[in-house]
Structure formats: C-alpha cells, structure tokens
C-alpha cells in the first residue's frame, strides 16, 4: 500500500530558533547560493537512500529534520509530505513542517511506516518551485509470538479404548501486523479422538508477519489410559415383592445390571451370572457395551430371602422380602354417566347403565351375596341385570324408563366376598327434563286476500281459506269453537271488521291437511286473527287481512225509441231485441230480461219477429227477476210470493259464484242448465257454487253424489252469523259412496248455499266425484222481497211502446 501525508505547522518556538540560527551561521558559507537545504540531527545533510532499523515495540519510525527556504527574488515558504509503499496497517505515515520565528527556516517532523518511504520537500517563491526527495527504509526484523498450552498429559477413563478428544487453543500475535497468519504445520489439530496407542503426539505451528518474519511453536500431548475397576453388581429395586391375598406364592421377577468394562454387545454371559439364597433361576440376560442386563425367574411363598448374585468374582448380598397382600374389600364400580336428558316433548326415556363388582379373592361374583336397589323417593326397589351378565368380570348392565320423577333417585350396589368383606356403594341419578319453548306453528294464508265483487252482484263475498295449527310437541291442535277463549291446546280464530258493513266467518266441517274456513264479508277491509296455545303455554299470534271491495252499481236509465228504422232480410223479416230498441244505460239489468212484440206488423204472433215493409207498433215489457241485483228505487214490493223454478231469474247461472276451495290449479266444471246444476271435480282440486238467498222465502231441491275416498262432498246453508244450518253429503272417512237427499228448508234474506267438492289436492281415482242438483225451487215468502214483487224489477221501469218501420 501507498500513504502520503504532509504538513505545516506555523510557531514561535524561541528555542529552536536560536539553536538553528548558530547552525545555519556555522554552514552559511557553503549554502549560500542553495534555495532548500536539510539537516538532520547531527547538523548533517541527510543521504538517500537510508535504511532504519525499528526500535523495540515500535511499528514506526520518527526523526526530526531542519529545512531552510530561499529564493533569490523573494520570500519562500516550505511544504513537506511523505508516501510509504507499505503492507502493515499499524501505522500512518507522516511529515510535518513548524516555522520558527517569522523566517524562512522550518522543523521537519517525520513518521515513517515500515516499508519503502518516500519523502518530499518542496520550495515555493517568486522564482518558481524547487523538490528534494529522500527514500527512507524501515525494516521490521521482529517475529510474531505464538502462544500455546505447553506440552499436555491427558487421562483416557477406564473402560474407554478409543480414546477421548483433546481440544488446545493456539494464537500469534505481533508488533506491527494486526493479523499475522497461523498455520497448523503438523501432528494432530485441536478436538481431535487421541488414543494411547498414539501416544506421544507432537504438535507444531508458524506463524508470519506481513513483514516476512516468522516463528515456530511446538509441544507435547501424552495420553494414558486408567486401569480397569472391578466389575459392579447392582440389584437394587429388589428388596420387596408382594404375593396377591387369597394365593399361596407368586411367579417373582428379580432383576439387576452388571457394569463391566469387558462386556461387550453380543457377549454371551450364560452361567457368569449366578443367584442363590432364594429358587431363582436366570432365565434372561442382555448384553450391552459396558453392562448386561439380567432376569432371574422363581415361584415364592411369603418369607424373608437373603439373596446372593455373583458375577467376575464380586458377589452382592440383599435380603428380598415376599409379603402376603391382605385381603381387601370388594371393589364397585359404578356407572360413569348418570346424567339423563328427557328432550323437549318426551316425558320418558329408556336409561341404560352399567354397574362392574370385582373382588380379589372371589374368581367369580355369587349373586347370593349381591344386590342392587333403586329409589327415586318411592321407596327402595331391587334392581334387576339384563340377561347377559358376566359373573367372571362382575359386569352388570340395567334398563330403566326414566321421567322427570327419577330426578335424584339413588342407586345402591351392595357386595360381601367370600371372606365376609362388604362394600356398599351408591350413586345418584340427574334426570333434566328439557322445556318446551317453541310455540306452535300456524299455517294460513300466505298472503292477504283481495276479492272484487261485481258491482251488480248483491250477495256477499264468499272467501274460503285455510288454517292449521301445529306444535312440536303437542301435534295439530284443535279449533276452540266459535267464542271460545284460547286453552291450552287449542287455537282461536277472529275476525276483526277494519272498514265496511261487516261479515262472518265460519269453520268449515271439513278437516284434511287443515281445517277449511269460509268468510261472508261485504265490501271493506278485515283482519283474521289466529291465536295458538300448546299445552306447555307457549302462545304464537298470526294475523293476515281480507279486502273486499265493490265498485258502485252503474245505474239502469231505460226508454222506448219512438221511431226506428229497420231493413229487412230477403223473406222481409227482422229480428228485433231489446238492446236495438232501447234507448239509455241498462246497468245492471241485462237485455235478455226484457221482451219485445211487435204488434200490428204482418205477423202479430210471432212476438219480436218483424214482418212486412211498413210502420208499425212495438211493445217492449220487462220479464227478469223481480228479486235479485242493487235495489235502485225498483217500484215492485207489494206482490210478494214469486216462484222461482230451476235455474233462472234470480238464481241463472250469472247470479252463482263458482271457485276452487283448495290450492290447486285446476278447478272442477260446474254447469248450468235450466233444470239442472252439476259440479264434477278436477285433476288436484274441487269445486264449489254459492249463492245468497235473495229474499226470505222457502228453498227445496234433490241432489245425488258419487266421491271417492279423501273426498268430501258438501251441501251446506249458512246463515248470517256463519251458523251451518245444513250439512248434507259428507260420509265416513276414506270411504268411496254414493249417494242422494232433498231438501225442503225455510230461508232468510242473505244466507249462503254451498255446493262444494273438495279434498287435499287430491288425483281423481279412476272415476269423478260429483254433485248434481236437479229440481230446484225457490219461493219467495208473501210479504214481499227486497228487489220487488209481481211484474216489476229491482230499478224504476215501466213498459213502454213505439213505432218501427220495414224497409227493404
């Protein structure tokens, strides 16, 4: 490496000054014409090159110089630095320039590094720059230091032939290199295994400074190996042994190791070991490196032995003990779990448990000397084993039904062995009944219901719907009747009138997969309420709305046209209805309930048949029911007694309302004819036909029906508080029947006829369930109808005339 340094220092060192002064004065003469010149300590210009020698502990060399500066034109000043080509890094180079006085004369201080240094002195002035160069050697003639442990003595333990390793440590150090190196130059290196069969081991090292100096280390290791001892004979851990109660001697292990440094494994040590004092026989050894490992074998009856092991001429004496157990009590085990679960909607379970007696004496349990017994607080009861029990083991299993009552019974297990110990051990019983917290479910219609009555239609809204309610525990729960408060075990329905006239809702006598209801509602809004209690009290409240609304009837404003033209067809004939002769808004009346005859054309017979080209006369006259529709001022109500036979007038087939009565999507047929009304069931759901009775009065009619099993056919008479005044049809429970009745009932205003098939979406069976209704009469009672009496309908009308003329 290369360092370079250089320095000046200004001072007024008075001293210096002095002494410099008489040199120079002494060699003045000779230098006078010089711009640099030196002198080293002895007042002599320094030669170049030089070579010094370190001083001991030193890793540098210093000296001091005196430099003079002079130029010829002017002041000069001096600047000095020093490199050094170098592989030791203990010291930086120096060279440092100190002024003395305010002249041009200066003490040079140096430090030079071992190695090759190189000083430079330099002259600045007016004139120019002058250099002067000096080669300074150092030499480092000093070797490292190794430090080691000296010659070794190492003891190998007895027993051991490889040998032990042997671990030293050796360092180098040196006056100027921070790392001299350190080379293991022979002989064995530090952990290594030494043996005494190696013994003595030389060991040596070097070591080299970064200067090239080296030194050498040496020393000794001697390993000895320790004598063999004797062999050692352990059997402690054998000084009791204990013969079960009830046996007279006992198969006894005695056991020990031999610590021997010539066993080796694999020996064969059979016969080295022997035993005596006692009948033990050696019957297992196992040899290892160093010891053996060894069983002795005997069947002793309860004494004191002194027993003798021998091996490699030791021989260990102990006194091994064999003792009677005493006899014990007999051990009861009872049953682990006794804690029972009675899950929600059960009040019993069936408990299972096992009960194990074992005693050291008896080789078998004596049922004459055992006993189980029970009490739940009713008193003891004797507890009986299931068949199986096993006598050998003592092993006992039990059944019982467990209710909430057997909470805290206690079991007794109760024992006495052949030598007259009894043991008695009881345990006690938790029965937890789990609480019936779920409060039934209510099944109802999912969504509110809306129905829009026709505004010509007087009768109420027919509604029928569903509803089940079931509990967890407890199953479907039963209807309270119509009144009666929520119990236990039942539900209630309400209905809650929000807006409107008001209505009735009604159970239904019909009850598969949930009890039908039916609701007659005039228009407004309601609110079914269904409360549900099962018998542990949980409640559960559902509600959903019915909306029934109506639009106002549109008004019936009907007059004679007084002259109308009609063309004739090719036999000079015209068919002539009300609607073409009418003039207004027939509302809620319909065109079919008025007749036409024409009187004076070619043909008076033949009613509203035009004959002939000419002007003629008509009549038009109201033939409808004089019951039924919105009464809008109608001027009849005085005739009373009107007959109504089959299905026409106030019961045709557009005065009927006709649904399905369960969820399916695919309804029955009802059908209509003059005399007769029939409804046939559908592919998964009935059918059902419902009308009001316009007026009070007397109703008759026959019917027949045929329905399979799981289908019930109903005719039913409702009356306005939702009272069923009839129930006919419905036969036993999955029975397929035919069958037919008559019915001859008095009647009010406003009750509800019901027609209905229905059933749990069913699948028709191979045949149809049916209802026919034939023979029908409806007569109004004398003292008048709500809708008119006689020849006048339910709006203001009277008959009226005009002129019609033929053209062809």
């Not at 068949?387 to 057997?406: N, V």
């Not at 409060?439 to 505004?455: E, G």
Request: net charge negative; aromatic share 10%.
């Amino acid at each position: 490496m290369e360092r370079t340094n250089f320095t000046f220092v200004s001072t007024s060192n008075w001293l210096k000054t002095l002494a410099l002064t008489l040199v120079f004065g002494f060699a003045g003469a000779q230098m006078a014409n010089a711009q640099i010149f030196v002198f080293d300590a002895g007042g002599l210009p320094p030669v170049s090159p030089m070579t010094k020698v370190l001083p001991e502990g030193e890793c540098g060399y210093q000296f001091q110089w005196t430099v003079g500066v002079s130029d010829p034109a002017g002041p000069a000043t001096a600047t000095a630095y020093i490199t050094t080509s170098t592989v030791s890094t203990s010291v930086n180079p120096g060279a440092t320039l100190m002024q003395l006085g305010f002249g041009q004369t200066y003490v040079l201080d140096v430090i030079a590094a071992v190695g090759t240094n190189t000083l430079t002195i330099r002259k600045d002035g007016p004139s120019g720059s002058v250099t002067q160069t000096y080669i300074i050697i150092v030499d480092d003639v000093r070797a490292p230091q190794i430090y080691g442990p000296g010659n070794m003595v190492v003891e190998v333990p007895s027993c051991d032939p490889d040998g032990v390793p042997v671990n030293w440590t050796v360092s180098t150090v040196d006056d100027c290199d921070l790392a001299p190196m350190l080379v293991h130059t022979g002989g064995p290196a530090s952990g290594s295994l030494l043996s005494p069969a190696g013994s003595p081991y030389t060991v040596t090292y070097s070591s080299t400074d970064d200067d090239g100096n080296t030194a050498t280390y040496e020393f000794s290791i001697t390993v000895n190996q320790s004598p063999d001892p004797d062999p050692i004979v352990d059997v402690s851990g054998n000084g009791q042994f204990s013969v079960p109660a009830c046996q007279p001697s006992a198969s006894v292990y005695f056991t020990g190791n031999i610590y021997d440094c010539g066993i080796s494994a694999g020996d064969d040590l059979t016969g080295q070991i022997t035993v005596s004092g006692a009948p033990l026989t050696v019957v297992y050894i196992q040899e290892e490196d160093g010891f053996a490992f060894f069983e002795a074998v005997g069947n002793l009856a309860p004494n004191i032995y002194p027993v003798q092991v021998s091996y490699g001429g030791v021989t260990v004496s102990t006194l091994f003990n064999v003792i009677q157990d005493a006899n014990q009590l007999p051990d009861i085990h009872m049953p682990g779990n006794l804690t029972f679960l009675l899950p929600a909607c059960t009040n019993q379970i069936a408990g299972r448990f096992a009960i194990t007696v074992t005693d050291d004496c008896d080789p078998t349990i004596s049922l004459n000397r055992l006993s189980f017994t029970y009490n739940n607080g009713s008193g003891p009861q004797t507890l009986t084993p299931l068949p199986g029990f096993d006598l050998a083991q003592g092993y006992f299993e039990f059944e019982r039904q467990l209710t909430a009552a057997d909470d805290g019974a206690v079991i007794t297990a109760r024992y006495t062995d052949g030598n007259g110990n009894t043991r008695q051990v009881d345990a006690t019983l938790s029965v937890t009944s789990q609480p019936d917290t779920w409060a039934p479910i209510i099944i109802y219609p999912s969504q509110d219901i809306n129905v829009d009555l026709d505004p010509c239609e007087d009768d109420p809204a027919l509604v029928f719907f569903e509803i089940t309610a079931t509990d967890n525990c407890d199953g479907d729960l039963d209807y309270a009747g119509d009144g009666n408060p929520l119990t236990p075990g039942s539900y209630t329905v309400t209905l809650n009138t929000l807006s409107g006239a008001g209505g009735t809702v009604s159970v239904f006598p019909i009850d598969i997969g949930g009890r039908r209801w039916l609701a007659t509602l005039d228009p407004g809004e309601y609110q079914i309420v269904i409360a549900a209690q099962d018998l542990a009290g949980n409640i559960r409240q559902e509600d959903f709305q019915l909306a029934i609304t109506q639009d106002p009837p549109p008004p019936t404003n009907l007059a004679c046209n007084v002259d109308i033209n009609f063309t004739l067809d090719d036999n000079c004939q015209r068919f002539v209805t009300a609607d073409m002769v009418l003039e207004g808004e027939f509302g809620c009346a319909d065109p079919n309930d008025f007749r036409v005859n024409i009187a004076t054309d070619d043909d008076p017979t033949n009613g509203n048949i035009l004959d002939g080209c000419g002007e003629f006369i008509y009549e038009v006259t109201y033939v409808g029911p004089d019951i039924d529709g919105p009464n809008q001022g109608g001027s009849g109500g005085g005739g009373g007694g009107a007959v109504v036979n089959g299905f026409t007038g106030a019961f045709a087939s557009g005065n009927w309302n006709t649904g399905i009565p369960g969820t399916g999507t695919t309804p029955g047929d009802v059908t209509f004819t003059a005399t007769t009304l029939s409804l046939v069931s559908g592919a998964d759901d009935g059918v059902f036909a419902s009308i009001s009775m316009p007026a009070d009065g007397q109703l008759q009619f026959d019917f027949d029906f045929q329905q399979e099993a799981d289908i019930i056919d109903d005719v039913l008479l409702i009356d306005l508080n939702g009272n069923i005044i009839l129930s006919l049809g419905d036969g036993p429970d999955d029975e397929i029947i035919t069958g037919s009745g008559s019915v001859n009932e008095s009647v009010q205003s406003g009750w509800i006829l019901i027609f209905s098939i229905t059933g749990d979406d069913f699948q028709t069976g191979g045949f149809d369930s049916f209802i026919e209704v034939t023979n029908f009469r409806f007569e109004e009672d004398a003292t008048g109808g709500g809708g008119g009496g006689g020849t006048f309908p339910f709006f203001n009308w009277e008959d009226c005339w005009g002129y019609v003329t033929g053209e062809d």
